[in-house]
């Protein structure tokens, strides 16, 4: 059976939920964990924030930008002001395209305020800015 979300941890000080994507990247399951996120009591009386991480992640040779199109017209209900990092893998130009498309769909459609990084220690310092 597969699973219909990445692995979360919830940092129990502040409630920021951490997402490590590894494995094949899928559109479908990144909207599943961010409402899985949403409705947790943890992560909303927290500051609402998430760390994804990406550096692991691959992608099918198939994959469509629709797909994170699609997804997000679920999602969009369940979004929640406050912040969202995305690491991803300097040297893999795809993850960052991938983050780029999600941080300009937050944008133009949401009040989460979306920033891409190279390094764990640089999101968190926006996280906790």
């Known amino acids: 059976m597969t699973e219909t979300t990445y692995p ?3 940092d129990p000080a502040n409630g920021r939920a951490y ?3 590894s494995g094949e ?3 479908a399951k990144i909207g599943q964990t961010y409402i899985a996120i949403s409705i947790n009591r ?3 009386e927290g500051d609402m924030s998430i760390l994804w ?3 692991n992640a691959t992608f099918r040779a198939s994959f469509e ?3 994170i199109l699609e997804v997000t017209q ?3 209900h369940y979004i929640k002001p406050g912040k969202s990092a995305i690491v991803v893998e300097a040297s893999l130009a795809m993850q960052a395209k991938v983050a780029g498309f999600y941080k300009s769909i937050a944008a133009t459609t949401t009040a989460r305020h979306v920033a891409i990084f190279y390094s764990e220690a640089e999101a968190l310092a926006w996280l906790e800015a």
């Open 8 to 10: 979360i941890e919830f």
């Open 74 to 76: 679920t999602a969009k």
């Open 19 to 21: 997402v490590k994507i």
């Open 42 to 44: 943890r992560w909303l």
């Open 53 to 55: 991480q990406l550096e």
């Open 25 to 27: 990247i899928s559109p």
């Open 65 to 67: 930008f629709y797909d």
